[in-house]
């Protein structure tokens, strides 16, 4: 039979179940579909497509070394997938099980009613450790760390279906997305991925438990993998078997310290991921109902200074400025960013988590969105972490280099006072002039958004929905995020170890 592989976030040829599965059953068609509707979501963008575009032309060369087109077609998914299945025969289709936004979820029950309703197959396998239907988080760790365990798939030999037109990869231009400049982003495709897990495990991942908290180091020390598993043009399990292979040889010292926490990280990854599958709805509303006693706000005017790195408060403003121009932000300063908007400036999650998708190129929803209510803490479970900026440009970029870079105005301020540029006495020649004066007073925000975060949790009934909350999301061991799970305390869980 011929057989369509409907390619999603899964760019790649090499341990690829669902591509596996469809070349034993048959001839091989590989099809991804552009989406206008999902590129014009407000969680899309010109810089993320363009990361997908190069992957696509990456894929395509890897394919056409196996004798197969990539099938490229823009439209509804149920118009595409209904003309190619017609016109080629094709009566299965063969994909990976997706967890992708509220859209991408929709759209994949439309998919599978139009497939029933004229008899043809769909089948979705797993590629990751998230679990489709998962009854318990009991036996979450058991069942991925078995699916890391499984040896990774060779690339399969193909027959492809014959005679089909490939089809052009649209440009950013063509899908009328916004013009979206990102001077210094990553690169997408498979090979640029390989080359980057290679320098990672030769040399660049050495520090990287200790260099992974400040923007400087964390640049080069970080595997900056993540939009390659966005996309899949990695599979997480083969850079786990990767990564256990470099333990072995390396199972001391600095390496062996920065292996054991890259693995963790990606344990942790699928554990988050996880969440998103069991409950879609954590992209639009508060995991934990009262987690707040005031609604957060939708102000123009702050969410504007936040968004383009011009809230007065200068490591949090390069921080922005820096993921405008790279697409990619450390993990530590992705927390600090988001609770400086949730808590300080009290603004609403749904807002500030749609513009920092859009600005990630490695936007991954199933990360992005718990962690935006972890961060934000309306979670119920987890501990309030109100980070506080200046604290954070002290400790992560002690000598000024990161705040100076993406901060031109403030050149003659005073190594001593960068980071609180308010305290310096020439201040008046610079603030509300080259530079913004303070959005807000750090210590009197910071008192307010914890006193509203405590008083929601001392109230009535919040630790019982807490702990529904723990049975149906908390990992079960200490190494997924950071604790092992509280008998009488919830709301204290899930802290992460930054």
């Given amino acids: 039979m011929n057989v369509l592989v409907w390619l999603k976030r899964d760019l790649r040829v090499h341990d690829h179940p669902a591509l596996t599965l469809a070349a034993g059953l048959g001839a091989v068609l590989p099809v991804y579909v552009v989406e206008p509707e999902l590129w014009a979501e407000a969680d899309a963008s010109a810089r993320q497509w363009e990361v997908v575009a190069e992957s696509l032309a990456d894929l395509r060369e890897a394919l056409a070394g196996l004798g197969a087109p990539l099938v490229v077609r823009v439209g509804e998914a149920v118009q595409v997938l209904a003309r190619l299945c017609k016109r080629h025969g094709v009566t299965r289709i063969v994909s990976h099980e997706e967890t992708g936004n509220l859209w991408t979820y929709a759209r994949d029950r439309r998919v599978a009613a139009w497939a029933r309703s004229v008899g043809i197959e769909w089948t979705e396998v797993p590629q990751s450790g998230v679990v489709r239907r998962l009854p318990t988080r009991d036996i979450w760790a058991s069942a991925r760390d078995g699916f890391m365990a499984h040896p990774a798939l060779p690339v399969p030999a193909l027959q492809a279906v014959a005679a089909v037109e490939p089809g052009l990869i649209p440009s950013a231009k063509a899908l009328k997305l916004a013009p979206d400049p990102c001077p210094h982003r990553q690169l997408g495709g498979r090979t640029r991925g390989v080359e980057l897990l290679d320098s990672f495990f030769a040399q660049r991942g050495e520090p990287y438990r200790v260099a992974m908290s400040s923007p400087l180091s964390a640049e080069r020390a970080c595997s900056r993998l993540s939009p390659h598993f966005a996309l899949g043009t990695l599979s997480i399990r083969e850079v786990v078997q990767a990564t256990a292979a470099r333990q072995a040889k390396r199972p001391g010292g600095k390496w062996g310290g920065s292996l054991s926490s890259f693995q963790s990280r990606l344990a942790w990854r699928d554990h988050f991921i996880q969440k998103l599958e069991d409950q879609p709805s954590i992209e639009l509303r508060d995991l934990h109902p009262v987690a707040v006693t005031r609604p957060r706000e939708m102000d123009a005017t702050r969410l ?195």
Avoid at 330 to 355: C, E, K, P, Q
């Fill in 304 to 498: 504007n200074a936040w968004a383009n790195g011009e809230t007065g408060l200068p490591f949090l403003d390069a921080c922005m400025r820096y993921l405008q121009a790279t697409g990619w932000l450390n993990f530590r300063m992705r927390a600090m960013v988001i609770s400086v908007a949730s808590y300080h400036l009290w603004l609403d999650w749904r807002a500030t988590g749609a513009h920092l998708a859009r600005m990630f190129t490695d936007y991954e929803p199933g990360i992005h969105w718990p962690q935006v209510q972890m961060q934000s803490g309306t979670t119920g479970i987890n501990i309030p972490r109100i980070y506080n900026p200046v604290k954070q440009g002290l400790d992560q970029d002690p000598t000024g280099a990161f705040t100076r870079r993406w901060l031109p105005e403030l050149a003659r301020v005073p190594d001593g006072f960068l980071q609180e540029p308010w305290l310096w006495p020439e201040a008046r020649r610079l603030l509300g002039h080259r530079y913004p004066e303070p959005v807000v007073d750090i210590a009197s925000a910071a008192r307010e958004a914890r006193e509203r975060i405590w008083t929601a949790r001392r109230s009535f009934g919040f630790a019982e929905v807490a702990s529904e909350i723990v049975q149906r999301h908390a990992s079960r061991s200490g190494n997924r995020e950071g604790r092992r799970p509280a008998k009488k305390h919830p709301q204290a869980q899930l802290s992460l170890p930054f």
